[in-house]
């Protein structure tokens, strides 16, 4: 079974997150912050990774330290779940159409975190969420997850599109790296022997 559990407890955050990478994309997520709920639901139902995710945040301060300890919690159970990534795709890249949006997303389960970020937002919200912190959520996971990571928006004015266009680009780059390929045999997909370092 390919699952990963963490439980992160901090004086700013309590999370508790499970993933499981061979699921259906069945997701119970609860982080306080609305917009962010749903992106985490499209990360998991267009990646099949299961996720649950339990969050009580000091969301009285900010949003901050929910986004960003919830993406590293998300992050360290997907590198459990993938142990030592005997097998996996290791790579993926898609681009994501979102009506008039269009983004792009590639990735390396490479255990070298790497973060390129090429999109922006035109408004400070996107219900209650900040949209500075779109961008922070990514680079938390790539750091947690040891993954490198671009995340590119090639064109697109509506904000709502824009951010799901990333999310879901991000979650079908994802399906495709950590499916695991028969004709690997289990091999770790590096001539080093190991991923990461």
């Given at each position: 079974m390919r699952t990963g559990r963490i439980e992160r407890n901090t004086s700013e955050t309590r999370i508790l997150v499970e993933v499981d990478l061979d699921g259906t994309g069945a997701y119970d997520v609860s982080t306080g912050i609305g917009f962010l709920d749903h992106m985490t639901e499209q990360f998991s139902r267009h990646s099949l990774i299961d996720v649950t995710m339990r969050v009580e945040g000091d969301l009285h301060v900010d949003q901050h330290h929910?986004?960003?300890?919830s993406a590293i919690a998300l992050g360290q159970a997907l590198a459990q779940a993938l142990g030592d990534k005997g097998g996996i795709g290791r790579y993926g890249s898609v681009y994501s159409p979102m009506d008039e949006t269009l983004a792009r997303v590639a990735l390396d389960i490479s255990g070298r975190p790497y973060?390129?970020?090429r999109a922006a937002f035109t408004q400070e919200k996107l219900g209650e969420w900040d949209t500075e912190l779109v961008e922070h959520w990514f680079h938390s996971i790539s750091q947690a997850c040891g993954i490198t990571l671009h995340c590119e928006l090639v064109y697109g004015t509506n904000n709502?599109?824009?951010c799901e266009a990333l999310y879901k680009g991000f979650a079908r780059a994802m399906r495709?790296?950590?499916?695991?390929?028969?004709r690997k045999g289990?091999?770790?997909?590096?001539?080093?022997?190991?991923l990461g370092g």
């Open positions: 929910t986004t960003e300890d973060f390129v970020w709502h599109h824009i495709t790296a950590v499916e695991i390929d028969p289990g091999a770790v997909p590096s001539t080093k022997g190991q």
